[in-house]
């Protein structure tokens, strides 16, 4: 069973991947005496999804407004990216960035985030061509949304674009940044991102969406052009 849906030229990092990742998870351990949940000796707390997708935002939103809710849920999802990245590095011995990268999705997958599918057009290099487009199926966030009834104007998956960015910068060794062009909470269909480097992002964003509004092939080259 795959944890990430990927391209054949990476499927065998993948499948390493998912081995280890799946053993981490199978030691899966409740201990109510004691008020733990701990895998492969590592405590984690069981929380609804709800209570990020919805409430975490809306206070948030009470506080700093929209944008800023927006800009601290991107900042927290990276952060625990980046976090559990080095962790996870250093616990399967990790140095080799695609297979540091391989760990991300699979984990994203076990750990209930989403499934993520990769699509073209991918270059996973670490310089000013990075470039990673990949959908979210069933992301939490926007499920939280939907499941409310809920039919927000604006992408709202930033603690999961952000998990991903920072986990790809631990990987690779470069300053990323993610947006998400279609969400299925907004009605889109599906939740699809695009990563590349922090100095590329606004016009790739941007050439991206013309791309696919003209129905274009996406590529490297017509994603990054300035």
Known sequence: MRAAEVPPEMLEVFEKASDSVKSYFETLESI?????????????????TDS?????????????????SDQLLYSFGRAVGSTEARKFFDRFKLTDPMEKFGFGPTYFS??????????????????????????????????????????????ICHITAGYLTGWCEESFGIPLETREL????KGEGL????????KKILQAAENAM???ES??????????AE
């Open 32 to 48: 109510p005496s004691q008020g733990r949940v701990l895998i492969g000796k590592d405590r984690f707390v069981l929380a609804r």
């Open 182 to 185: 279609f969400c299925s909470a």
């Open 110 to 155: 076990y750990s209930g985030w989403a499934f993520v599918n990769l699509l073209y057009p991918t270059n996973l290099v670490a310089d000013e061509t990075f470039l990673l487009v990949f959908a979210n199926q069933q992301s939490f966030e926007a499920e939280g949304f939907i499941a409310e009834g809920e039919k927000p104007k604006k992408a």
């Open 52 to 68: 990020l997708s919805l409430v975490l935002r809306n206070v948030l939103t009470e506080i700093y407004g929209d944008r800023g």
């Open 191 to 198: 939740d699809l991102f695009l990563m590349t480097h922090r």
């Open 215 to 224: 129905n274009q092939d996406l590529t490297v080259e017509a994603v990054l």
């Open 210 to 212: 013309k791309l696919i």
